[in-house]
């Protein structure tokens, strides 16, 4: 999958997800700061980005992803 076409599919679903404008998510944005969510919020975005990419994020890997541009690559480097 193109790296745009990811970028506005994530952007879709989380904005739509957690009610917030897609323009705020920018990729060097902080991810709990922008959607505004805790641990247990962290755990519902993982899940969607599992169910719409088919991968799977292990918890250890969530350390290193802290803005959108972090998961973008994280995505872009374990799709199938």
Known sequence: MEKTK???R???ALAEEFEIEIS?????ANIKETLD?????????????????G???QAHEM???LTFENLYDY???NIK
């Open 6 to 8: 990811l970028i506005d």
């Open 37 to 53: 969510i805790d641990s247990l919020g962290l755990v519902d975005m993982v899940a969607l980005v599992e169910s719409l990419f």
């Open 75 to 77: 995505i872009c480097n």
């Open 63 to 65: 350390t290193g992803i």
């Open 24 to 28: 705020t998510l920018v990729p060097d």
């Open 10 to 12: 994530v952007n879709e």
């Open 55 to 57: 991968i799977k994020i």
